[in-house]
């Protein structure tokens, strides 16, 4: 059986072609489409957002075989808190013939742990892990202790934080204050020996600056396992904002360019709250668990 599993969240679309019998994927594709853009202001995902996703969706299926595929299409926060998602779900289904299931941020945090678990068991690690989804509207929060999974979901995301703030000392007293829920969450584990994994865009990105991958020679299979320490974090996060903003473009990606530090400083804050110094990066994400609990039935 091959699935297509399709993840729209607030700033990116996902997609994994997997091959259920082989257990890999066969092919992806990513595009920038920032469903969330304005969304806090006008509570709507606007007309033009829904225009990138279908026009992404559309160019997808040129680069991957939709026919006779399994698929299975999920978006998130965005869509959670849009007073138009029914409407979007409609045009896109309309405009594309795939119908987008909005999951809540307890089945994300699951099925993006799911993803992880089988990557950490390919890289030959089986223990208990604490793992950290930065996405563009939420930032979820997943430990997996002798088989039990505890998962949480904050309002804490690369574009929601982003779009409400001017500056760098904007964006740093936003992510300490946003992040409290986060922490009190936390405490509840910190007696636990866990390992600390990373994924979604923020990790993946500065883990390809640290191979000297840009986003267009951007490789999967070199970023993950890659393990990234808190100074290297400060590293990166200081070259980024010496970079002028065509630079930062051609190293993150056309549309991400604003919206990587205010990841990076989200994910330095995670650091501290769990008392960890490295983490494992992971790019296998949300779409990806989405295949495998496909095949799985």
Do not use: W
Not at 34 to 47: D, G, P
Not at 275 to 296: F, R, Y
């Amino acid at each position: 059986m091959r699935v297509v599993a399709i993840d729209l969240g607030s700033n990116s679309l996902t997609i994994v072609e997997y091959d259920c019998e082989k257990k890999e994927a066969v092919n992806s594709f990513m595009q920038n489409v920032r469903t969330a853009q304005n969304l806090i202001e006008s509570k709507k995902i606007s007309q033009e957002a829904i225009n990138r996703v279908i026009d992404a969706l559309n160019c997808a299926k040129k680069q991957i075989n939709f026919n006779s595929a399994v698929v299975k299409a999920v978006t998130t926060q965005a869509l959670r808190v849009a007073q138009n998602a029914d409407d979007v779900i409609a045009q896109i289904k309309a405009k594309t013939g795939i119908e987008f299931n909005i999951i809540s941020p307890k089945t994300e945090g699951e099925l993006t742990l799911k993803a992880v678990k089988a990557r950490l068991e390919k890289l030959g690690i089986n223990k208990n892990f604490v793992l950290v989804d930065i996405g563009g509207g939420s930032t979820e929060l997943s430990y997996y202790i002798d088989g039990k999974i505890y998962s949480k979901s904050f309002e804490l995301g690369i574009v929601t934080t982003a779009n409400s703030c001017k500056s760098l000392e904007e964006i740093e007293s936003f992510v300490k204050q946003k992040a409290k829920e986060i922490e009190d969450f936390a405490k509840k584990f910190n007696n636990k020996e866990l390992i600390f994994t990373a994924t979604a865009g923020t990790p993946t990105t500065i883990a390809a600056m640290k191979h000297n991958l840009v986003y267009k020679t951007y490789n999967a299979d070199i970023v993950t396992g890659t393990k990234l320490t808190l100074d290297e974090l400060d590293y990166y996060l200081k070259k980024l904002l010496a970079m002028s903003k065509k630079e930062r473009e051609i190293t993150v990606g056309v549309g991400r360019d604003d919206l990587i530090v205010a990841g990076v400083i989200i994910f330095k804050e995670i650091y501290k709250i769990l008392n960890k110094n490295e983490a494992i990066v992971i790019d296998d994400g949300l779409s990806m668990g989405v295949a495998i609990s496909a095949c799985e039935g």
